[in-house]
Every structure is written in structure tokens, then in C-alpha cells.
């Protein structure tokens, strides 16, 4: 795929494209691309500060890309690459902060639904009463309109 320049590896100062679900039709970097902009990088900075760089990026992401790339490394090529080349396990360490904010997320979203439902059930007595006097102003209604109620009887 042709990149802009800002995206290109063959930029050693590019930005590389991670895949976005939210953005359809966007192409991301392949493993191709991930090997090409590391070759380009350790030819202008050298391996170690290559490694670094590309490390970085790659966890340079949101949460669910980072996952979902790390956890499925699919081309043993870019693997063994990585592997030999020493970036490899720089990519697997990253894991834990992310699986931890995760977690943190999942925790805070079930706190703020324990407060929701807390509030709910302070308020529910009073919504209660509610609930009842329209039950029972419907029911009048349908009473009234059967002709149950307010019919006149002869004496």
C-alpha cells in the first residue's frame, strides 16, 4: 500500500498506522511494514535505539489494538525477526500495564453502575407511591371508560 510519507517506513520519523475497528477501510501497517520501518530505523539510529523506537510504537496504541496485535503475532517471519533482531520480547513485556488498565476500567464502570443502582434503591420507596397512584388513576380511567364506574343506576 502506498503510505504518505508521515506514515511511510521507509520514514525513519514516521507514524505508523495501527489498525482502528472504529475506522473501517482504513488500512494499518502490516508485519511488512512493522520489518521495513525497523530495517530503516537501525540503519539510521542503530539496533539499540531501533529497538526502542519500535517498542514504543507499538505499544504506542489504545488498549484493544494492543491486545489484539501483541496477543496475535500471526507471521512467523515478523516473529522470528523480532526474535532475532531483540525486539521481540519488548513487545510481549508491555502486556501487563495494559491488561492493568483494562481491569481498571472494567472496575470503574462497575462502580459507577453499583452508585446507579444505589441511587435507584434510595429512591425507589418515593417511586413507589408514584408507580401506585398511576396504577390506580389508570385503572379509574379504565373502570370509568367500561362504564363500571360514574354509570348512573335507577331507583
Same mark, same amino acid.
Given at each position: 500500500?502506498?503510505?504518505?510519507?508521515?506514515?511511510?517506513?521507509?520514514?525513519?520519523?514516521?507514524?505508523?498506522?495501527?489498525?482502528? +475497528?472504529? @475506522?473501517?477501510? &482504513?488500512?494499518? /501497517?502490516?508485519? #511488512?511494514?512493522?520489518?521495513?520501518?525497523?530495517?530503516?530505523?537501525?540503519?539510521?539510529?542503530?539496533?539499540?535505539?531501533?529497538?526502542?523506537?519500535?517498542?514504543?510504537?507499538?505499544?504506542?496504541?489504545?488498549?484493544?489494538?494492543?491486545?489484539?496485535?501483541?496477543?496475535?503475532?500471526?507471521?512467523?517471519?515478523?516473529?522470528?525477526?523480532?526474535?532475532?533482531?531483540?525486539?521481540?520480547?519488548?513487545?510481549?513485556?508491555?502486556?501487563? +500495564?495494559? @491488561?492493568?488498565? &483494562?481491569?481498571? /476500567?472494567?472496575? #470503574?464502570?462497575?462502580?459507577?453502575?453499583?452508585?446507579?443502582?444505589?441511587?435507584?434503591?434510595?429512591?425507589?420507596?418515593?417511586?413507589?407511591?408514584?408507580?401506585?397512584?398511576?396504577?390506580?388513576?389508570?385503572?379509574?380511567?379504565?373502570?370509568?371508560?367500561?362504564?363500571?364506574?360514574?354509570?348512573?343506576?335507577?331507583?
Amino acid at each position: 500500500m502506498p503510505w504518505k510519507w508521515e506514515n511511510d517506513p521507509a520514514n525513519p520519523n514516521a507514524t505508523p498506522i495501527h489498525p482502528n +475497528p472504529f @475506522y473501517l477501510g &482504513i488500512g494499518a /501497517w502490516s508485519y #511488512d511494514d512493522w520489518r521495513n520501518w525497523h530495517i530503516t530505523l537501525e540503519r539510521t539510529y542503530g539496533l539499540q535505539i531501533a529497538n526502542q523506537i519500535i517498542v514504543t510504537k507499538w505499544h504506542d496504541k489504545a488498549w484493544y489494538e494492543t491486545t489484539r496485535n501483541v496477543a496475535m503475532i500471526t507471521d512467523p517471519d515478523f516473529k522470528q525477526y523480532a526474535q532475532e533482531k531483540g525486539f521481540l520480547e519488548g513487545i510481549y513485556s508491555g502486556m501487563a +500495564p495494559v @491488561y492493568g488498565d &483494562i481491569m481498571q /476500567w472494567h472496575s #470503574d464502570v462497575g462502580t459507577q453502575i453499583e452508585a446507579v443502582v444505589d441511587d435507584a434503591k434510595n429512591a425507589f420507596p418515593w417511586l413507589k407511591w408514584v408507580a401506585i397512584a398511576i396504577a390506580a388513576l389508570l385503572a379509574l380511567q379504565i373502570l370509568t371508560n367500561a362504564g363500571i364506574l360514574g354509570k348512573k343506576t335507577k331507583a
